[in-house]
């Protein structure tokens, strides 16, 4: 397990964040904290020291333990266990019926409510026993009073004492918590007492024997082979695509104005196809109400039916509505996109439905299988308060706070979608996404830069400017928007312009890795390679591993004609990114010009392989294949 922080400043600790981090992740993909680890016991040797005893008390269980409570609860003068588990069994009791020749004695302290409260809470009970063949040697044992013992559970507040053989009890003195000590004598062992505050102790009748346990019928829960997730933030759904058996494929936008209903299934899955059935069967009750399309993620599956073998399956249940074949790349994006609503890490179970609006909004996600009934309902309801999304009926707190937070987490809800189709390329949908949080929060600057970074990667510098803008006018600080801002100078060809941003970007932030590296690249276009080097220098000092930076440390070297160092930063650029084909170019020029034209080919091919539509790489190569076919 994970170590815990013991300050604010752990997040600095190395390592910690990591194992923070790393401990989420395992709670999001559902991992419990004790697995499948036994149950532990240790039995206290009065050394200072413990001996683990799980295995010969039976309490070794590979139980999802929770809490324990201690109680002589068949009132034979030892201690039982009631144990309860997170899973099943629930519940067990663990009766000592160990053999032994000791006794045990207990007490009920009784406070007198005026200085001590009438269950003793708090107060200590000392026992004094001497030896039966030595009276001068004696033994004094200690036990509190306290509530709340345990994690969820609650031991019983009797006092209880083990009496070895060969021992008697001397006296009891209790120190109560609001008076004087207080000494009780005459306690025999086997026997069970009142201890009233400033009376005289109270021996209570011989224990009765409670009636034995008898187990009860426990039959199994009705279990609901589906849910229904209504959605409180109702975000608008990304496009899907799925092929047809013709071999085209289908990009739906839902954008036609009319409430959709995508359902996921597999052939091989017994309600998935009855669930296609009364969708067929039904297609009366919903015509012109909702369009519905069935997508076959058989693809994910050993043996997967082709295309046309899925078109006779359907064709076989008459099947009206619109379908499709998801290939394993849509499959995982559906994935992806189902994982950004539910905390913990899941499977899509089959079947499985998403419930869009007619403005192209998710609304509902289904589990299991849904009836086209339901489906109306919340396309009736679609409108409706949060109430609809609730797991039960009742009222909606309408308190700040409770509005506050569900605003935060739509707000993290929409942020996690946006930039997951960002991580994806989806680049379109996610600047639709980030447009709506910027509306939804018109001070937060973050939407504003993410879509300056889209912008610019469509190379609609303009948009990307008015962004990046935005940015900087709700946070004039932000070293990254600087560092967007200044990218975008660069595309306009305003080096000096870009500069400046990149320099405000390194005051917020004389960290940041990139805005060195951005700033060395546009000095070095103005001629300034000295500097620029510094800056690629100082790139890397912040990040060892940042191959862009590393690469063009070596053209500066390359060009003040320092071939080795400019060679060793290329081959450490592409140890670093084996994907960096910029460097593979550079080192296929280095070796070329050295005269290793071998080596030189071989760096012009893998640069090529890398980025095929490189026109600059294809001449390279092609030089230096003719100098290679010409005699030496």
């Known amino acids: 397990m994970s170590r815990t922080a013991d300050n604010e400043q752990s997040d600095t600790e190395p390592g910690w964040a990591q194992a923070r981090n790393e401990l989420f992740q ?3 993909d559902g991992r419990s904290f004790s697995g499948r680890e036994r149950n532990c ?11 683990t005893v799980s295995a010969v008390t039976g309490l070794n269980f590979a139980d999802d333990g929770r809490c324990i409570g201690v109680t002589d609860w068949d009132q034979d003068g030892d201690l039982d266990f009631w144990t309860s588990n997170r899973t099943g069994p629930r519940l067990r009791l663990m009766r000592n019926d160990t053999p032994t020749e000791n006794s045990s004695v207990a007490f009920r302290l009784i406070g007198n409510g005026t200085t001590t409260n009438r269950d003793a809470i708090g107060a200590r009970v000392e026992l004094v026993l001497t030896d039966t063949n030595d009276p001068t040697a004696s033994i004094k044992r200690v036990h509190t009073v306290r509530a709340g013992e345990g994690f969820l559970s609650q031991s019983s507040k009797w006092v209880h004492f083990g009496v070895p053989d060969g021992e008697k009890i001397d006296h009891v003195t209790v120190h109560w918590p609001g008076g004087p000590s207080q000494v009780f004598k005459e306690i025999s062992a086997g026997d069970r007492y009142e201890l009233p505050q400033d009376q005289a102790a109270v021996r209570l009748s011989p224990r009765s024997t409670p009636d034995g346990i008898v187990a009860g019928d426990s039959p199994p829960a009705e279990t609901d082979e589906g ?11 990304p496009d899907i695509q799925y092929d047809r058996p013709d071999g085209t494929t289908e990009v739906e936008r839902f954008d036609q104005g009319i409430p959709t209903l995508v359902n996921l299934w597999a052939t091989w899955c017994a309600p998935c196809v009855q669930e296609l059935g009364t969708f067929a069967s039904e297609a009366s009750q919903v015509e012109g109400r909702i369009k519905i399309i069935a997508v076959s993620v058989d693809a994910a599956s050993e043996d997967a039916p082709t295309p046309t073998e899925i078109e006779q ?14 290939d394993v790349e849509q499959i995982s994006r559906l994935q992806e996109l189902h994982q950004q609503f539910f905390f913990q890490t899941q499977s899509i179970p089959l079947p499985s439905s998403f419930l869009i609006d007619a403005n192209g909004r998710l609304s509902v996600v289904y589990h299991g299988p849904v009836s086209l009934k339901t489906v109306l309902q919340d396309i009736e309801s679609l409108s409706d308060s949060p109430e609809r999304a609730a797991c039960f009926p009742g009222r909606y707190l309408e308190h700040d706070r409770a509005k506050n937070a569900t605003w935060q987490a739509d707000v993290a809800l929409r942020y996690r979608l946006a930039a997951w189709l960002e991580e994806t390329g989806r680049t379109d949908d996610a600047i639709a996404h980030f447009a709506e949080l910027s509306q939804l929060d018109p001070s937060w600057p973050l939407p504003h830069r993410h879509m300056a970074k889209l912008y610019l990667t469509q190379m609609k510098i303009d948009e990307a400017g008015q962004s990046a803008s935005k940015a900087l006018e709700l946070d004039p600080n932000n070293a990254r928007a600087h560092n967007t801002m200044g990218n975008i100078w660069s595309r306009r060809g305003d080096e000096r312009a870009a500069a400046r941003h990149y320099q405000k970007a390194i005051q917020a932030d004389d960290q940041f890795a990139e805005a060195y590296n951005n700033l060395g690249t546009s000095l070095a276009s103005m001629g300034r390679l000295d500097v620029a080097a510094q800056l690629f220098q100082r790139a890397i000092n912040v990040d060892p591993e940042f191959s862009e930076a590393i690469t063009n440390l070596g053209n500066i070297y390359f060009h003040q004609n320092k071939a080795n160092l400019a060679v060793q930063h290329f081959q450490r650029a592409v140890q670093i990114d084996p994907t960096n084909a910029d460097a593979f170019n550079n080192l296929g020029t280095m070796f070329a010009r050295g005269g290793q034209l071998e080596k030189a080919v071989e760096y012009f091919r893998e640069a090529i392989r890398l980025d095929p539509n490189n026109r600059e ?3 390279n190569y092609q030089q230096a294949e003719q100098l290679l076919k010409q005699p030496r």
Not at 313 to 326: C, D, I, N
Request: hydrophobic share 55%; proline share 5%.
């Open 26 to 28: 395992m709670i999001m």
């Open 617 to 619: 790489f294809k001449r």
């Open 41 to 51: 016991c240790f039995l206290n040797t009065g050394q200072n020291r413990f001996a």
């Open 227 to 237: 849910a229904r997730i209504a959605l409180i933030s109702k975000v608008p759904m």
């Open 313 to 326: 399956f359907l064709t076989r249940l008459s099947f009206p509505h619109a379908w499709g074949v998801a």
